[in-house]
């Protein structure tokens, strides 16, 4: 099947798990092959609870002659543990490698059972100021009791095997995979996976599918910058950290890209006019975007932290 059928398939598939599983029982961790050697488990879009298991988030892997390289450890040990038994019905060939786009729980609570099987984990440097600190550790004991049963006493935060410094080449059994840091953009140790022989790339959060971004205190030029480095990729698939799969990829990649900059220019003119937020808010033209989901929830609050933004380096 071509790479496009194959994302077609995946795109039909991901609508009717979907629509099955939005009402009760929880949605199962279903890997759906997007090319030769790469699968991809799609998480609910929704906050965190106990009914989902904390399956908010997506993972990938891929299936190399030499073992499998998988991409983001879900969020509870649970959905980890069916994942790798989702991942034997594949290929009887052990999990090699775990590598962490970022170290958000929803994507890391799972680590632990890859570890258990002899993994090694990566993830880039940027993290370990994270990993480290109250905050995480705060995250973690408010998810013990948030998530219970699936986050309890046992779940832990761990480090990797190996911190990446830059980028690196991961050559297992004849398969390349690129391992390319593009942070401080969504977090600062954001790291995206690109499998050049099938153009399939795991972008982690930095792309956004056909929705408004959360921007939060992101620095939005370096994350323009991150998606200026992935489009140059070309990539065919774009496998985000949440939500359905792309095979447009370069036009989501641009809109993300485009609402950021737009975010920048707007609010940028502001600031440096001294221009009160409330006035030059009311004043912009939003309508390219407003019809994208999430832009009543998020646009506001993305123009004001933007404003601050470049109030601080208009100083
Ligand atoms: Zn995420």
Redesign the pocket.
């Known amino acids: 099947m071509s790479l496009r059928r194959h994302a077609l398939a995946a795109l039909g598939l991901a609508f009717a798990l979907g629509t099955a599983f939005a009402q009760g029982a929880p949605r199962p961790v279903a890997p759906l092959q997007v090319s030769p050697s790469a699968w991809f488990v799609q998480g609910d879009t929704a906050l965190g609870s106990p009914a989902n298991r904390n399956f908010i988030?997506n993972a990938g892997f891929v299936v190399t002659p030499a073992g499998v390289v998988v991409i983001d450890a879900l969020g509870s040990p649970q959905l980890a543990r069916e994942l790798l038994e989702e991942i034997a019905r594949v290929t009887p060939l052990p999990v090699t490698h775990v590598v962490v786009t970022h170290y958000?729980a929803?994507?890391v609570y799972g680590l632990q059972e890859f570890r258990r099987r002899g993994a090694r984990i990566l993830a880039h440097r940027g993290g370990l100021a994270y990993l480290g600190s109250p905050v995480a550790a705060a995250r973690l004991e408010a998810s013990r009791v948030e998530l219970a049963p699936w986050i309890d006493a046992q779940t832990q935060l761990l480090e990797p095997d190996e911190w990446l410094d830059g980028p690196r080449e991961l050559v297992l059994g004849g398969t390349r995979l690129l391992l390319r840091p593009v942070g401080p953009a969504h977090t600062p140790e954001d790291l995206v996976v690109f499998l050049p022989a099938e153009r399939v790339l795991f972008a982690g959060?930095l792309v956004f599918r056909g929705r408004v971004p959360f921007v939060g205190q992101a620095d939005s030029a370096r994350w323009i910058a991150a998606l200026d480095a992935l489009l140059a990729l070309e990539a065919r698939v774009i496998l985000p950290?949440?939500g359905s799969l792309s095979d447009a990829a370069s036009a989501d990649l641009r809109l993300t890209r485009d609402y950021l900059a737009y975010l920048r220019e707007s609010m940028g003119a502001a600031a440096r006019d001294m221009e009160p937020f409330d006035e030059a808010y009311a004043r912009t033209d939003w309508s390219r975007f407003e019809h994208l989901p999430l832009f009543k929830v998020a646009n506001r609050m993305n123009a004001y932290n933007t404003y601050l933004l470049m109030e601080r380096q208009e100083r």
């Open positions: 988030s958000h929803d994507h959060d950290g949440h």
